[in-house]
């Protein structure tokens, strides 16, 4: 079966560092994207990793491992505008991106 | 400006009533997608396409329906069989491969009164 699991709700404040962990089990494997969606607006690309390990842009940055189906995303001096849910999706087979429900990040001040 | 377009943004259907949503891409691409997407929670797909004239059931295609007759275009029709319509639809296109990820519209909320 297919499933993606990262954590429903996280709060951080402003200026801190926050991470958000995914993992997956799908039936085959050729990178994992993630997303930024704010309330009401489409999501929108942050970042895909098709190999292991860590990739760096900006304030944000997602690692990989795909022996233990396992993503992060990093998020580092945070900023209120950064409240919003993430999405954590595996591209499992062609044309086909399957997505997590996402994680709520508020940012308190 | 290549992008995709999704209309209306807000949409009101009285129950028993199909309504169709509309999606059009300037991008080239080979391959959309339909997806729901509830209050709180991650999107569910309804039906995709990776090629005029063919498209799939997703996970959730039961009272939705579809078709791709350009390469450019791909409208949804929520039929009366769809029990719980009231949700955010999100269209999205990609190269047919998918390795660079989707392209998504603003989305149409979609209401029923």
């Known amino acids: 079966g297919q499933n993606i699991d990262q954590p429903t709700e996280m709060t951080a404040t402003e200026g801190a560092i926050v991470q958000i962990n995914c993992t997956y089990q799908t039936s085959g494997f050729n990178g994992l994207f993630w997303y930024q969606q704010h309330a009401g607006e489409a999501p929108t690309f942050l970042s895909y990793?098709?190999?292991?390990g860590l990739e760096e842009k900006g304030r944000f940055s997602s690692f990989l491992s795909r022996s233990k189906g396992y993503s992060y995303l990093l998020l580092k001096e945070l900023q209120m505008k950064d409240s919003a849910s993430y999405l954590c999706a595996v591209y499992s087979s062609a044309s086909k991106i399957i997505f997590g429900s996402g994680t709520r990040l508020s940012i308190r001040p | 400006d290549g992008g995709i377009t999704q209309s209306p943004k807000y949409l009101f259907r009285k129950e028993g009533q199909n309504v169709t949503l509309s999606c059009e891409q300037n991008l080239n691409h080979d391959a959309m997608y339909w997806y729901r997407q509830d209050p709180g929670q991650g999107l569910r797909l309804i039906y995709y396409s990776q090629i005029v004239n063919d498209f799939q059931k997703g996970d959730i295609a039961e009272g939705y329906s579809v078709s791709r007759e350009k390469k450019e275009s791909f409208p949804l029709t929520v039929t009366s069989a769809q029990k719980n319509p009231t949700a955010f639809y999100l269209c999205?296109?990609?190269?047919?491969?998918?390795?660079?990820?989707?392209?998504f519209g603003s989305g149409t909320r979609l209401t029923v009164v």
């Open positions: 990793n098709v190999l292991d």
């Open positions: 999205a296109s990609s190269t047919r491969q998918g390795n660079y990820g989707y392209t």
